[in-house]
């Protein structure tokens, strides 16, 4: 399961001096290093920090080859690292224990004093960034398919699902795709994203919201019209949120209701983040107390249209980045800014990468 480790990223410069300091490395829970660490080779300076894990360079250069841009592998000297990863955030643990008062003041801070007077003096503590978790384990993302069909486009829209791809990195969605016949789909993609978004706490409101996929291609073989090519997220109820199955492609697990405007087809933005504003239904959509689903699906799909017919074999997609695709940085992510008041703000274990 992916570490939602924020602050650890957010914070990192300040991290590494508490980590590095005799007299702060303590806070960290520094202090109580397993008594062989240095046979592994730890210099005694860490050079990055995680909820679970330090990281160090060994002082050694390593060759490697790289691939300048329009120019010819070639060898480079990089830095060799070496670390100590643990099976539980035990950093993160330690951080929270120690300054979980100062979280809390900081959080009534930023939602009570600085939003309402003087937002410059926002410290951060107010928002929350979440992401589906990679593999089947809950919360899951992926696609799910009507394929292999003949068919009208609202009989493809509202007949089972044929397959689903819950491990999925990278793949077109949401697709549709023209078959031989005239006026016929051979298939109909949607994508399904899962949040863990019950660490907000009941009383939490939600002030904004955005929901952003990173899309790194598009395009519109049969010419639908912007509306209808434009992408959209909606309600949505899979049967289960650690995987996806075919079946979570049936309409009666779909509530066609816009959690946030369209993007138009013309406005995608290809390799890069396209951010997608919660509107009011979206924000009131978001489960405080649980996992909170998102479908993703084309604006002719959601508004139960026609889409134009312009000749067999036939695409007209975006291809999306999944949370299986390789490293976190092109990862949907589900960004939220609330007030809660709560004061356990079980959010903030969360944010150091705790369960």
């Known amino acids: 399961m ?19 300091r005799k007299a702060t490395n303590w806070i960290l829970g520094l202090n109580r290093l397993p008594k062989n660490y240095k046979d592994i080779g730890f210099s005694g300076k860490i050079d990055k920090i995680t909820p679970s894990s330090i990281q160090w360079k060994t002082g050694r250069m390593l060759k490697q080859s790289v691939k300048p841009k329009g120019g010819c592998f070639r060898k480079v000297l990089v830095p060799e690292w070496s670390g100590m990863f643990f099976t539980r955030p035990r950093f993160g643990e330690a951080l929270v224990k120690k300054f979980y008062p100062v979280f809390l003041g900081i959080h009534f801070w930023d939602t009570l004093f600085a939003n309402n007077f003087k937002p410059a003096w926002n410290l951060g503590f107010d928002e ?10 809950s919360p899951c993302d992926g696609i799910v398919v009507r394929n292999n069909v003949n068919e009208t486009f609202s009989t493809i829209r509202s007949g089972a699902g044929t397959v689903a791809y819950p491990t999925i990195s990278i793949n077109v969605c949401p697709s549709t795709h023209s078959s031989t016949i005239n006026g016929q789909f051979y298939s109909l993609h949607r994508g399904i994203f899962n949040f863990d978004t019950s660490v907000l706490g009941l009383w939490t409101q939600i002030s904004s919201g955005i929901c952003a996929l990173w899309i790194y291609g598009k395009g519109n073989q049969l010419n639908l019209s912007d509306a209808h090519a434009a992408i959209g997220i909606v309600k949505v109820s899979p049967n289960s949120t650690n995987t996806l199955i075919a079946s979570d492609f049936n309409i009666s697990r779909w509530t066609f209701d816009r959690l946030a405007s369209d993007i138009l087809y013309s406005n995608i933005s290809v390799n890069n983040y396209n951010q997608l504003t919660l509107n009011q239904t979206g924000r009131n959509y978001i489960n405080k107390t649980g996992i909170t689903s998102i479908g993703l699906a084309f604006g002719v799909d959601i508004d139960a249209g026609t889409p134009n017919w312009n000749g067999s074999d036939y695409k007209t997609y975006a291809s999306i980045r999944f949370a299986d695709y390789e490293g976190t940085s092109y990862d949907p992510y589900l960004y939220l800014v609330y007030t809660s008041f709560n004061p356990h703000l079980a959010r903030r274990k969360l944010m150091l990468g705790l369960r």
């Not at 992916?2 to 590095?20: G, H, P, V």
């Not at 929350?128 to 384990?137: A, M, R």
């Open 2 to 20: 992916k570490n939602y480790n924020f602050i650890f990223d957010k914070r990192q410069k300040i991290l590494l001096e508490i980590a590095n």
């Open 128 to 137: 929350i960034t979440l992401y589906p978790s990679p593999g089947n384990v």
